[in-house]
Antibody, heavy 118, light 112 residues
Framework: EVQLLESGGDLVQPGGSLRLSCAAS????????ISWVRQAPGRGLEWVSG????????YYADSVRGRFTISRDNSKSTVYLQMNSLRAEDTATYYC???????????WGRGTLVTVSS | DVVMTQSPLSLPVTLGQPASISCRSN???????????LNWFQQRPGQSPRRLIY???NRDSGVPDRFSGSGSGTDFTLKISKLEAEDVGIYYC?????????FGQGTRLEIK
């Protein structure tokens, strides 16, 4: 059974940092791209970042480029999202999603909540 | 960025009746590889999004055949042939042809 489990969400002050993790199981991890998609409370979906199966190619939304870094450890079947210089507008539930390609997003985890507030 | 515009934003439908959601992009979603990367997602209340349709018209495994996707270029449609109670939720289209990936605003589907 395919599983994606996000963790690392927390309450953090503006300007702070946080690292999210997405632990996968039930499929050949290195064969799949992973994306992070966020949803602010009561709002729609916003794609944040994506990484190829090999980890050699990464993509970012303009709103997070230069502040967020996506990476993966295929030996641990885990993708990370390092978030620096956090802003109030980064407050959201962050989902990771797997796909045959970055835009595939065929299966989603349950999400982890990030709250940026003083 | 590619703008994805869904309509309507709210859709009340009687159980057993059809429902249709439109999604339009401001540029063609035909990729240079010939594919059109247009997906549809369902988000039930309190749940994570679930992909229903990929590349315009391909239904994901386990998705009931009452769901269908169609369209081309800049104009796409998600149809539900007969609404069931479990279909209540918010539906999003998403384009993956152009970077960055973008979503429509979402259409809230409810029982009339």
């Amino acid at each position: 059974e395919v599983q994606l489990l996000e963790s690392g969400g927390d309450l953090v002050q503006p300007g702070g940092s946080l690292r999210l993790s997405c632990a996968a199981s039930g499929f050949t991890f290195s064969n799949y791209a992973i994306s992070w998609v966020r949803q602010a409370p009561g709002r729609g979906l916003e794609w944040v970042s994506g990484i190829s199966g090999s980890g050699t190619t990464t993509y970012y939304a303009d709103s997070v480029r230069g502040r967020f870094t996506i990476s993966r450890d295929n030996s641990k079947s885990t993708v990370y999202l390092q978030m620096n210089s956090l802003r109030a507008e980064d407050t959201a539930t962050y989902y990771c999603a797997k796909g045959e390609y970055v835009a595939g997003t065929s299966y989603w985890g349950r999400g982890t909540l990030v709250t940026v507030s003083s | 960025d590619v703008v994805m515009t869904q309509s309507p934003l709210s859709l009340p439908v009687t159980l057993g009746q059809p429902a249709s959601i439109s999604c339009r992009s401001n540029v063609s979603l035909v990729h240079s590889d010939g594919n059109t990367y247009l997906n549809w997602f369902q988000q039930r209340p309190g749940q994570s999004p679930r992909r229903l349709i990929y590349k315009v018209s391909n239904r994901d495994s386990g998705v009931p055949d009452r769901f269908s996707g169609s369209g081309s270029g800049t104009d796409f449609t998600l149809k539900i042939s007969k609404l069931e109670a479990e279909d209540v939720g918010i539906y999003y289209c998403m384009q993956g042809t152009h970077w960055p990936i973008t979503f429509g605003q979402g259409t809230r589907l409810e029982i009339k």
